[in-house]
């Protein structure tokens, strides 16, 4: 059992990841990043510089330190920088659109804003006062003028240390505040028992930094563990993962569904992820076709996870070597889930209802949003994920988003289910499934990409050919009423469909084909 939190011991997340590695191993490389290799007792010492260009800044503890940065170790010390001072670092995508960044940091009220100079974030203009540091060009200056040592912020072990902001499909983000010993209980539970990673390891993460999958695979995971992380500021492109692959030899390789699918279409992957003993899927369900052909193309299993910003990283999960394709797997140590019925009743094995979930490192609550807290984080401590699943045997299997199940005669159907029907056929790269309304009723629509060779084939022939190949293999409930061509299927940043995007575009639909 855990001893609860004192909150009395003095705790500084920074210092616990970082001290103890610059005094045990301070030569080891922490960071590779293209040509650039960072010690830890480099890494302590650019963290407390930047601790202290806040501190001459007058920043003070609890203030926003906004990061939109690229995967670098700039990101890493600006993240533990700030914590170190007592600042609540904020990460978000460094890509977004300059509206985006006005929201952001107005909502987060951010004192600091740590980007690049040709960023959309550097143009964004902030109601409230905030300095921007720009990481090429004066950042660099103002911390070589900075101590290597300085004080540590006394905070405590439940204090909050960082925020996130939920990348939600819809609506606005909303910040997500973590704190201090959160990143030890995900890093303990899931990186150290599940994936046994140990001082040997070389993790690359192709999700980047800036979201909760990324932070702990690419961050404090490698961190907490003595390791060493693979930090690229370059786009997840296949030619790009597989050169950075070839060079920095991961053993712990970690991407979303789409990066694995769209690395598969390349040669020499078996060559190319030589070093990799672990392959780590988490963002979306991974389809089984997927984890077949990578078992196919390297001799590697794919071990998928389910995590959340909210939850801060992964709680259910597939172990290395024990992976049952198609599901989650089981209830990381250290978490409680289980699948509730709308009144908030456990179901019994089987039945398909709400995934909640429970455990030190999930969030007490949204900043500033006690509606939206008080729906999604129940009584009890038990987090509601959105997501719809069954559990069996202790395996959790998804079925889809709470909002992306249809409703077909009197029965939910899950639009995975179909869309991994479409997966197997040959054509099909990327495949999604929505509801189409006929006559009132509610019938399953489908969206795929196809394969190279297939791209000239978008026809009527094709499609009778795909409908058909679905209603060969699912009962008639399932079967799609019709289907439409995408060069590319709309998602988010962080690699999910965007499936409420395909709901708008199918209530334009005019002609079905069947
Ligand atoms: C979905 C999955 C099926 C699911 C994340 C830390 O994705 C992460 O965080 P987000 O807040 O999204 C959470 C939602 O994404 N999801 C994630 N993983 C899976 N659905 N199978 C999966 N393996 O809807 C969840 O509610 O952006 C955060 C660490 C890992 C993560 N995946």
């Known amino acids: 059992m855990r001893r609860p939190a004192t909150g009395k011991k003095r705790f500084n997340i920074a210092s616990e990841l970082l001290d103890e590695n610059a005094a045990l191993r301070g030569k080891k490389i922490a960071i590779f990043s293209g040509k650039e290799r960072v010690t830890y007792r480099l890494v302590l010492e650019n963290v407390n510089r930047f601790a202290n260009v806040l501190k001459t800044l007058g920043v003070k503890p609890m203030e926003r330190v906004m990061v939109a940065l690229s995967d670098s170790p700039m990101f890493v010390y600006a993240f533990l920088g700030s914590i170190r001072h007592g600042a609540w670092p904020v ?7 300059e509206s985006d960044y006005a929201y952001l940091l107005e909502n987060s009220e951010a004192r600091v804003l740590v980007t690049e100079k040709a960023s959309k974030a550097a143009r964004t203009r902030s109601t409230g006062f905030c300095y921007k540091l720009f990481a090429d060009d004066g950042l660099g200056l103002l911390m070589y003028d900075a101590a290597a040592h300085g004080e540590t912020y006394p905070s405590r072990e439940s204090d909050i240390a960082f925020w996130l902001y939920s990348t939600g499909c819809t609506g606005k983000p909303k910040g997500v505040p973590h ?14 028992k599940v994936l046994r990673i ?23 995971f490698p961190f907490r563990c003595g390791a060493s992380t693979v930090l690229d500021p370059s786009a997840p492109s296949p030619g790009n993962m597989l050169r950075t692959v070839s060079a920095c030899k991961p053993t712990v ?21 030589k070093s990799v003993r672990a392959c780590i899927s988490a963002g979306e369900a991974l389809p089984p076709g997927i984890f077949y052909r990578w078992k196919e193309a390297t001799g590697l299993e794919i071990v998928d996870g389910i995590g959340s910003t909210e939850a801060l990283h992964i709680f259910i999960s597939n172990m290395p070597g024990n992976v ?19 009144p908030g009743r456990e179901l019994p094995p089987g039945k398909t209802g709400h995934l909640v979930v429970r455990g030190e490192s999930v969030t007490k609550g949204y900043w500033n949003k ?4 008080k729906e999604q984080v129940l009584p009890g401590g038990w987090f509601k994920t959105g997501d719809m699943y069954t559990q069996e045997d202790g395996y959790f299997t998804c079925r889809g988003r709470g909002d992306d199940m249809l409703m077909v005669g009197n ?21 999604a499934v929505v509801g189409c309304f006929v006559d009132g009723l509610s019938e399953p629509f489908g969206y795929v990409s196809l394969n190279e060779d297939y791209r000239d084939r978008q026809d009527e022939d094709l499609s009778r050919e795909l409908l058909q190949f679905v209603s060969k293999r699912l009962p008639e409930s399932k079967w799609l009423r019709g289907v439409r061509f995408m060069d590319e299927l709309p998602k988010t940043p962080t690699g999910k469909i965007q499936r409420f995007k395909l709901k708008d575009e199918q209530r334009k639909e005019v002609t079905l084909c069947r």
């Open 198 to 220: 140990g001082e040997s390891d070389i993790l690359f993460s192709a999700s980047k930094l800036h979201f909760a999958y990324g932070l702990g695979n690419g961050l404090y």
């Open 324 to 342: 049952k394709p198609g599901t989650s797997g089981r209830v990381v140590p250290g978490y409680e889930a289980k699948v509730v019925d709308d």
């Open 253 to 273: 390789f970690f991407g979303v569904p789409a990066h694995y699918n769209s690395i598969l279409k390349s040669d020499n992957v078996k060559s190319a992820f």
């Open 179 to 192: 704190r201090h010993i959160d990143m030890i209980h995900s890093a303990d539970n899931y990186a150290k």
């Open 370 to 373: 006690p509606e939206e807290s």
């Open 91 to 97: 990460p978000v995508n460094n890509m977004l659109e």
């Open 411 to 431: 029965a939910w159907v899950s639009p995975m289910e179909i869309e991994n029907v479409l997966l197997e056929h040959e054509a099909v790269h990327e495949a």
